[in-house]
Structures are given as structure tokens and as C-alpha cells.
């Protein structure tokens, strides 16, 4: 029982680690590898009777990449990317601009705080 | 439908609606694995599945000491828990419970913001669950309520020794349902820390009465569905408590290997069978509710058919939506358990056995959990790491006055979020994991079901294809695109 159970204990961890680089085991703020350029990005977002009518749901973009938001509302509202912690404040049919560098990889939504109203997300992809 | 009847279903549906949310704490900031990642994983389960039966089927000697080997037999140790151990555990878990509702009726309306909404979702439904995995069952040794039913029968002694007779069918069903519903308040309830006080007075009350009723003993077995649900997650474990009758100690510590407590005994209940499938299908439905082939279903399969020939505002189809998914969250077990039992019918069928099909279901119930076990724990973790730290922030000031108590409360203002990359490789990493133990364990017990070597080689094929399908579904659900803004844009 003993050597099967240790058998058995290896081949799970020799799964674990095939399937885990663990070099890459490190909280974000990773440093973007050399010689990889960073993209801009620029993304309109309209809102309208509480709907999103302009720009896609999901923003997919490249870690290190810039990323400008203009996002435009018809009531005054507040603007949030979760993860990022940002917050920008909308006037009604005012434009309002936001910017990140995307240093975080992972899925971040961002919604209209007032409205309660989540208009989409920002996936930041690992390069 | 006279035109009553349709405002008064029309008032309902939008009631219901209130209910849109996601994850209680909204901190998962998960990116879908890539394919290669899942296709990898994938193919990994079954490489690893037929290493494991090779090893399994060459060594059925050394695989029968697992049936063999009872409480206190060699490898294993024996140990005992002082008494005031216990009773402090009890107390400080007691405060924990009084603390959480304290907070959620005095402290912040904001969710993320409150102590009381960390603390329950994050440090005590996952972190205790990982714990308990690591360590066993340590809510046994300070439930709250329990302990609180304790001081009350220590105050009047004989008040918890039932009233009722507790029937046999019943079973695990009052768990089962408590279960499912707290399960379905996190997914569609709208959760705000005043809530969460409300509903764990609410339990309280219920626990209270439902041990005078039954009984206590009867009520913590049975119906306490964190009871339940801790303690086939503690069968994991190394360790495992049980009460001592020797008067002195109150707890017993017993050693044994990792996962073997899960095949000392077999699930006793169909029941209980259901509340392990459960804990499967509610993660999985927690991973696919919001990607968009599940949301797809709804809004390019069903709403366009139905709104074809019924003509409703788009808010009642809202709330149509969300009935759905409640309805699938309750239909997605029967799916499960019904892949479970025609995989045994196979095994039970290829290898004649004469031991019935519900024997057989029961039997092989608690080889699920590993995989039920680690499709919570891919799903959540990255929440647990975010969000569970704060709870370091926030308990010197559990009420938001603006106290700074232990000289942490501007401790992690950024959140936390893990790599991406690192995030996929665990969760990957973890499902195999998981998938391994469950493989090794449903084989020992085929060993240990079918007589003859034959049989249970026979037997282990659509066993094994069971497991092979729970991992690639577990993948494939973390592989899945994750819809976004779908109400707003449902077409």
C-alpha cells in the first residue's frame, strides 16, 4: 500500500509541475519580456437608457499594451474598472476618458456604479 | 391569459429579477485557460488514468490493506484534544458568528467593504473548506450552533432530545436543500452584508429549533448542511476527530494517509450521494453559467423562439433568463447523476455483479469528491487570495468607524491579482490533481466491490471514462469565453 500510494502521490505531482511553469509562478506586475512592443488601444463606449449601444463587451488586449477609454453616457454616473481600482466621473453626454497600461493579466469588469449596470470587461492576456 | 393574470405574472418575473449578480464578492478576475492549455489537460487526465490503473491492478495485495485497515491500526496514531481546546475553539467560533451579524447590521452597506461578507464567503466558506482538506474537519470541534446548542442544553438539560421521530427517508434532504439554497442566494440573491446578518439569525433559529424538534445529534448529522458538507470534505484529510469515551480527553486525533477516509466508509444515504453531486454540479454551473455558450443558450436558442410567439417587454425576458439558470442549477445534478448511474449500470453490466445499482451508486459516492473538491477550488481560489487577505485590513476596523484596532487597516488598499498565466497552470495543475486522486480511489474500491480480477479490470473501464469526462468537463468549463454585459446586448 505504502510504495502504491507513493507511486501514486509522484504521478500526481509530476502532473502538477508538467503542467505548471513554475518560473512563472509570480504575482503580477511581471515585467513584459524584451523586444515584445506594446500595443495602443483605443475603445469608445457609449451608453444609452442603460444599455450599452457602442463598443464590444469584452476588450482583449496584451499585457503592457495602453489602453484609452472614451466612454460617453446619458446620465451622470461613475465609471469603474475592477482590478485596476479605476474610476472615472460621467457627465451626461459628456465624454469621459480613462487610461491604463495593462500591467495586470486576468478579466476585469468594469460597470456604471450608479446605474448598477455592468457594460463589459477588459481580459489583459499574458504574453 | 386575461390581462390581470399577465401583470400579475409580469409583477413576479420582475421580482425575481432583482436577483442579477454574479460571485457575492465580484473579485474573480479568472482569464479563460487557451486551448492548448485544455486540450494538454485533457489529454494529460487520461495518460495519467492509465498509469494509475497499471499501478492499481499490479499491486491488489498492498491496495486491499486500504479496506483493512480500521481505526487505530498500524501507521496510524492516536493523539487527544485537551477538553479546553475544544471549548475555546467553540467560543471563539461562537464570537466569529456574533461578530459576522454584528457587523452586517452596524457596518458598511458596501459588500466588499464589510467584515462580515469577507469573513463568511471568503474565510469561512472557501478558506475553511481548503483547511479542512488539509487538516480535517475542524468545524466539527467549534460549529457555532452547535456550541450554542450545548450552552443551551448545559442551561436546561433535556431540551435537545427530541421531540420528533426523525424519519429514515429523510435522510440528508434537509441539507441537501439548505445547500442549494445558499448556493443559489450567492449566485442570483441580491447580497448585501445587512442580508447575509439576516439570513444567519434566520439559520441560527433554525438550528436551534430544528435540534429541539429532532434532536441534536440527529439535526448536526443530518441537517446542518455545513456539517455535512465539512465533513466529507474533511474525509480528505490526514487527520480525523472523533469523540473519546474515556471521560478525560474530548477529542481523539487519529493520522492516517490522504484521501483514505474515503473509502473507510460509504456514502449511507442516496441522499447524501446527491449532496456530493451536488457540491460537483453547483461549482461547474458556477463556471459555465456566465460564459457564452450558457448565455447563448438562452439568448440565441430559447428567447428568440419564445418571443416569437409571446410578446413581452425586454425586462420580463430578463427575468425569464434568470429563472432559467435558477431552473438549470437545480436540473444540472439530475444531469450528472444520471452520466454517474449509467457508467455504473455499464460496470454493474459488463461484470454480472449481483450487487444492486443503488448499493453500487452509494458505494462509489464519496470517490467524486477529490474532483468536486478541486472544481471549487480552481474556481475560487483566485478570489480566496484576493479578497481573503483583506480580511487582515478590515478586522481593525470590522465596523468601518474609522478604527484602526491592530494597526492594520491600510493594509492591501490595491486589490490583489494573481498572473494570469500562473492562475492556469494551478487551475490545470489542480484538476489533474484531483482527477488522479479520484481515479486511484473509484479503482481501489472496483477492487474491493467485484471478486475477481477480471471483473474488476472490466469494471474500471467506464469508471474510468466517468472520470476522464469530469476532468475534460471541469476543463473545458475554465476554457470557456466569459460572456459580458449580456443584458444589455442580448442579441
Not at chain 2, 308 to 334: C, D, E, K, R
Amino acid at each position: 500500500m505504502k510504495s502504491t500510494a507513493c507511486i501514486t502521490l509522484v504521478c500526481g505531482l509530476l502532473a502538477l509541475f508538467s503542467t505548471l511553469q513554475v518560473q512563472r509562478l509570480s504575482f503580477a506586475q511581471t515585467k513584459v519580456a524584451d523586444g515584445q512592443s506594446e500595443t495602443s488601444h483605443v475603445f469608445d463606449i457609449v451608453v444609452q437608457r442603460g444599455k450599452r449601444v457602442k463598443g464590444p463587451a469584452v476588450l482583449k488586449v496584451s499585457q503592457g499594451d495602453e489602453v484609452t477609454l472614451h466612454i460617453t453616457a446619458d446620465t451622470a454616473d461613475e465609471f469603474h474598472l475592477h482590478g485596476y481600482n479605476l474610476i472615472v466621473q460621467l457627465l451626461p453626454n459628456s465624454t469621459a476618458t480613462m487610461h491604463v497600461v495593462a500591467k495586470l493579466t486576468g478579466r476585469f469588469t468594469y460597470e456604471l456604479h450608479k446605474s448598477d449596470l455592468e457594460l463589459g470587461a477588459l481580459e489583459v492576456y499574458p504574453r | 391569459m386575461t390581462r390581470v393574470a399577465k401583470g400579475v405574472v409580469s409583477l413576479l418575473l420582475a421580482a425575481w429579477s432583482g436577483g442579477a449578480g454574479a460571485c457575492v464578492l465580484g473579485a474573480v478576475y479568472n482569464l479563460p485557460i487557451p486551448f492548448g492549455m485544455y486540450a494538454s489537460g485533457a489529454g494529460a487526465a487520461l495518460v495519467v488514468s492509465f498509469i494509475v490503473v497499471a499501478f492499481v491492478l499490479r499491486a491488489p495485495a498492498a491496495t486491499g490493506n486500504i479496506d483493512a485497515a480500521p481505526s487505530g491500526s498500524r501507521h496510524v496514531s492516536q493523539l487527544s484534544l485537551p477538553r479546553w481546546v475544544v471549548s475555546s475553539a467553540s467560543c471563539a467560533s461562537l464570537f466569529g458568528l456574533l461578530l459576522t451579524i454584528v457587523t452586517g447590521l452596524l457596518g458598511s452597506a458596501n459588500p466588499l467593504a464589510n467584515f462580515n461578507m469577507t469573513f463568511f464567503w471568503i474565510i469561512f466558506w472557501l478558506g475553511l473548506t481548503y483547511i479542512t482538506a488539509l487538516l480535517g474537519d475542524l468545524y466539527s470541534l467549534a460549529n457555532p450552533w452547535r456550541a450554542l446548542c450545548g450552552w443551551l442544553e448545559h442551561a436546561s438539560p433535556g431540551i435537545f432530545r427530541g421531540r420528533f421521530h426523525y424519519p429514515a427517508w429523510l435522510g440528508y434532504y434537509p441539507a441537501l436543500v439548505l445547500y442549494a439554497t445558499l448556493i443559489w442566494t450567492e449566485l442570483f440573491g441580491q447580497f448585501q452584508p445587512q442580508t447575509l446578518s439576516v439570513m444567519l439569525l434566520g439559520y441560527t433559529g433554525l438550528n436551534v429549533v430544528a435540534a429541539w424538534m429532532v434532536g441534536k445529534d440527529i439535526w448536526f448529522r443530518y441537517g446542518e448542511f455545513f456539517s455535512v458538507f465539512f465533513r466529507l470534505i474533511g474525509k480528505m484529510a490526514p487527520i480525523e476527530y472523533s469523540s473519546n469515551s474515556d471521560g478525560n480527553a474530548t477529542y481523539g486525533i487519529r493520522i492516517r494517509r490522504p484521501f483514505v477516509g474515503l473509502l473507510e466508509v460509504s456514502a449511507d444515504h442516496f441522499s447524501l450521494l446527491l449532496f456530493v453531486v451536488f457540491m460537483l454540479s453547483s461549482t461547474a454551473f458556477d463556471g459555465a453559467h456566465e460564459t457564452v455558450p450558457w448565455v447563448g443558450m438562452f439568448w440565441k436558442g430559447i428567447y428568440p423562439m419564445l418571443s416569437n410567439h409571446i410578446v413581452q417587454p425586454y425586462l420580463i425576458w430578463v427575468s425569464v433568463y434568470y429563472i432559467w439558470q435558477s431552473a438549470m442549477l437545480l436540473l444540472l445534478p439530475l444531469c450528472y447523476l444520471a452520466v454517474y448511474l449509467i457508467l455504473l449500470w455499464l460496470a454493474r453490466t459488463v461484470t454480472h455483479s449481483g450487487t444492486t445499482l443503488p448499493r453500487l451508486a452509494l458505494r462509489f459516492a464519496f470517490t467524486l469528491i477529490p474532483i468536486a473538491f478541486v472544481y471549487n477550488m480552481t474556481h475560487y481560489y483566485g478570489e480566496f487570495a484576493s479578497q481573503g487577505i483583506q480580511v487582515l485590513r478590515m478586522v481593525s476596523d470590522p465596523f468601518s468607524f474609522g478604527w484602526n484596532l491592530f494597526g492594520t487597516a491600510h493594509w492591501f488598499t490595491d486589490p490583489i491579482v494573481l498572473d494570469a498565466g500562473a492562475v492556469w497552470h494551478t487551475q490545470v495543475g489542480l484538476i489533474l490533481f484531483g482527477h488522479i486522486a479520484s481515479v486511484y480511489l473509484a479503482h481501489v474500491e472496483a477492487l474491493k466491490v467485484f471478486p475477481s480480477a477480471r471483473h474488476a479490470v472490466l469494471s474500471q473501464l467506464p469508471m474510468l471514462l466517468l472520470m476522464v469526462l469530469l476532468t475534460t468537463a471541469g476543463l473545458w468549463i475554465l476554457s470557456l469565453p466569459i460572456d459580458a454585459g449580456q443584458l444589455s446586448t442580448p442579441l
